[in-house]
């Protein structure tokens, strides 16, 4: 039951997140124009622009002009796809997904802007800690407190790491760890140690093979912060648990 409903809305939601990721770092509208090759501008029909399916029936080409359409568009609805079922499918249908689904559709879009922009834009975090707030006071409201601290506690350990060593990471990833910290509340820590982690052995690997160019070539954080948020929200709270009964 959670895969039927939660995967074809992912691939759904997936294929906004292209356009989102596309148009947001260029200034463009999200709503118009249409979709439509980048190439011809032919706008795509809608039979041709089915999440996942017409990229694979047309076979990664656009059918007006030939173009070649990047895997990336369907990785990412695919990816949605997925992990809107695994979500689902660990946590259940419940009111929460109201919160759970947006979280992960952000982590989503902000990583892939990032690794082609190096940005994360505040016109998605803003939106999202409204939504945020507003939609845990509706369906999670004894948890308020916790994510309010949660927030403002991530905000200011990325800031001051931030502020210590500019060079690792920006403002934008500070403010998507206070996001995320709306959404996680204490799965935060684990979310921020996962981040932090993977970060690491990123950096460790680039510079084993690159040697001293390793430390120049700058590799965004927010893909690691959304990694992070994304264990964080699935497993989050075992491992704070776990953490409390083996070290406290």
Same mark, same amino acid.
């Given at each position: ?176 760890? +206070?996001?995320? /910290?709306?959404?996680? #509340? !204490?799965?935060? =820590? *684990?979310? $921020?140690?996962?981040?932090? @982690?993977? %970060? ?10 690159? +040697?001293?160019? /390793?430390?120049?070539? #700058? !590799?965004?954080? =927010? *893909?690691? $912060?959304?990694?992070?948020? @994304?264990? %964080? ?16």
């Amino acid at each position: 039951m959670e895969l039927a409903f939660a995967a074809p809305f992912g691939l759904v939601i997936g294929s906004f997140l292209n356009v989102v990721a596309y148009r947001l770092p260029r200034g463009e509208s999200l709503v118009a124009p249409g979709s439509h090759c980048p190439g011809c501008d032919t706008p795509i029909r809608p039979w041709d622009n089915v999440p996942l399916l017409s990229w694979l029936f047309l076979r990664g080409r656009c059918r007006s002009c030939g173009q070649r359409i990047s895997p990336r568009y369907p990785m990412v609805e695919l990816l949605t796809g997925v992990l809107f079922a695994v979500v689902a499918a660990v946590h259940g249908i419940h009111a929460d997904l109201a919160v759970e689904l947006p979280f992960v559709a952000m982590l989503i879009a902000v990583a892939d802007i990032d690794l082609e922009h190096r940005i994360v834009p505040n016109k998605i975090l803003l939106p999202m800690v409204a939504w945020g707030v507003g939609a845990s006071a509706v369906v999670r409201t004894g948890r308020l407190p916790e994510l309010l601290i949660a927030g403002a506690a991530a905000f200011t350990f990325l800031l001051a790491a931030a502020l210590i060593h500019p060079a690792g990471m920006g403002m934008g990833d500070v403010k998507l760890a +206070g996001v995320m /910290g709306l959404y996680l #509340g !204490v799965s935060i =820590a *684990p979310a $921020l140690l996962v981040a932090f @982690l993977a %970060g690491s052995i990123v950096g460790l690997a680039l510079m084993a093979r690159h +040697g001293s160019d /390793g430390r120049r070539k #700058g !590799v965004p954080f =927010a *893909p690691f $912060l959304a990694f992070g948020g @994304l264990v %964080g929200l699935l497993a989050g709270h075992q491992l704070v648990h776990l953490y409390i009964h083996h070290f406290l």
